[in-house]
């Protein structure tokens, strides 16, 4: 008979196991080819068990963590756990193979191996930046089917027994215009999940499999434990909301509380297009343990019983739960929209508790082109930044990333200017809010990119028509755009747009929204 656990024991591997998650995510940070990696942090790292519940995570973007455990459920459920064998590494960025979100982003999943038996499971995502399409960054607006969007990497094996299969190397590189690129940032995504591989396999040797086990088995217990507090602290009922989105189309959702069980129904939304603005149903379960998160359990504190009390109820084949060939290219903007809506919805509920609307966007804007001093091929990924709402306490904060973004930085100045011959006119936060709120919005930025040589630009800006939504009477923010002025003083404005020609002497200026405001003063 197994003697009981301590406390401290279990604390400590379970402390351990969150270390390995930050290790995964420092060494990817320091080893990464792509600025988008290592200066932007488009990145997510995390550690599940055998079968993919998340046990912990590093730092990064949120919604990321969210990808993992699903990535690798994903994995299971096709090769199967008994034809998982030791030294074998999966790679998939196909939203229809565990992907979840698009092309662009790359999970890596490596099974973590005990006297013969999976015991973990250490995964990666980031963000290469060309995965070849029709446009250079993979980010096209005009396509209709996936095919058109890169290179599709169905959870196959980049490693068997040890061995790198070169074939499916090769594979990615000849479907890259950045071959170095994919290259250097996907062994930095190996040398992750190695190193927690490692330290994994050292916790389980120095403690033993029941310790480890009753670890995991505390740390989901918790999990539920804390969101089920904090789903007993809300209001009981059914919340709904139908938001008008700026393609005119009405999207609703429908939260339901109860003391043990929180769920949001996706039902009654439009069917999904054929157009890259589609998300999978993991994408939209992502956008509901944000908001499930963000009320239960406001902590860093989160694992597969965090979500335990959680349902998300949606109906295939629309645009919260896409299927077939549908294109997933623009997903995140549909995600954010999504997330927004039930942030909003809830906010109307605890307007004390929440804040205001944010600029809600991603804003991602992709240059490519060959730098023009040294000759060398380029892609940048620069999300931007905007304006957060305001709370019942104080005005909103400047100049942040969106919700879906979190622990991610912009591409500095110097790095845009050096590494890809891009002159930045001016970075400055807008300008503030004119209403009479009792407590303004956050600041957008005004931003201007000045091309040294030609450049083939791509752009998703959505909360581009219908501004951001104030709280408690308070006024809207916002929009969020970007406009090409041309040498001859032609303007072009444009939200969604890919394949642009931007020639030497255009500018590029951006704009992002002010966060909502709150109440009214006086």
């Known amino acids: ?28 940070r320091k080893t990464a080819m792509s600025p988008i990696i290592y200066e932007v942090l488009d990145v997510g790292t995390g550690v599940t068990d055998a079968h993919g519940c998340l046990v912990s995570s590093g730092a990064g973007i949120p919604t990321f963590v969210g990808v993992l455990d699903k990535a690798v459920k994903r994995i299971i459920a096709l090769h199967g756990l008994d034809n998982i064998a030791e030294g074998d590494l999966f790679i998939t960025n196909d939203p229809h193979f565990g992907g979840v979100t698009h092309l662009n982003d790359v999970v890596l999943a490596l099974p973590v191996f005990h006297q013969g038996k999976i015991v973990a499971w250490t995964a990666s995502i980031a963000h290469w930046t060309d995965v070849g399409g029709k446009t250079p960054g993979s980010m096209a607006v005009d396509v209709t089917e996936i095919f058109q969007e890169g290179l599709r990497l169905p959870a196959v094996k980049l490693f068997e027994a040890g061995k790198v299969l070169q074939s499916v190397v090769d594979i990615i590189t000849a479907n890259s215009r950045m071959p170095e690129f994919v290259t250097g940032d996907l062994w930095a995504q190996v040398a992750a999940s ?19 086990h009753a670890a995991l088995t505390d740390l989901f217990d918790e999990g539920e434990r804390r969101g089920k507090a904090g789903l007993a602290a809300l209001p009981h009922g059914r919340f709904h909301i139908e938001e008008e989105q700026d393609d005119g189309a009405i999207w609703r959702a429908a939260i339901t509380i109860s003391p043990d069980r929180f769920s949001v129904d996706l039902s009654g939304n439009p069917q999904q297009r054929d157009a890259p603005y589609n998300t999978s149903r993991d994408g939209a379960v992502i956008a509901a343990q944000m908001i499930f998160k963000a009320l239960t359990d406001p902590t860093l504190f989160a694992n597969e019983g965090s979500f335990r009390a959680l349902e998300v109820l949606t109906e295939p084949g629309t645009i919260f739960h896409a299927q077939g060939t549908a294109p997933h290219g623009y997903y995140f903007e549909t995600r954010i929209r999504l997330n927004d809506m039930l942030w909003q919805c809830m906010a109307r509920v605890l307007p004390d508790r929440l804040p205001a609307g944010h600029f809600a966007s991603i804003c991602g804007t992709v240059m490519a082109g060959v730098h023009p001093d040294t000759g060398r091929r380029y892609t940048m990924v620069e999300p931007q930044m905007g304006g957060w709402g305001a709370t019942a306490t104080r005005d909103g904060l400047d100049a942040m990333y969106s919700s ?119």
């Open 404 to 522: 879906s973004h979190g622990d991610t930085f912009n591409c500095p100045v110097e790095i845009c200017e050096a590494r890809y011959g891009i002159d930045v006119g001016y970075k400055r936060l807008g300008d503030e809010s004119t209403g009479t709120d009792l407590h303004k919005g956050g600041r957008g930025v005004s931003l201007s990119y000045r091309p040294r040589a030609n450049v083939v630009l791509s752009a998703g800006y959505s909360r581009n028509r219908n501004p951001v939504w104030g709280l408690a009477g308070g006024s809207h923010g916002g929009t969020n755009g970007m406009t090409i002025v041309r040498r001859n003083g032609e303007k072009l404005a444009i939200a969604f747009a890919s394949g642009v020609s931007v020639l030497p002497g255009d500018e590029i200026l951006i704009s992002t929204a002010n966060g909502g405001g709150w109440g009214t003063a006086g």
């Open 194 to 212: 190695r190193k927690a591989e490692t330290r994994i396999q050292q916790l389980v040797a120095t403690y033993g499999l029941a310790a480890y």
């Open 1 to 28: 008979m197994a003697l009981p656990v301590d406390p401290i024991t279990v604390s400590v591997i379970q402390a351990s196991l969150i270390a390995a998650a930050d290790e995964m995510f420092a060494v990817l």
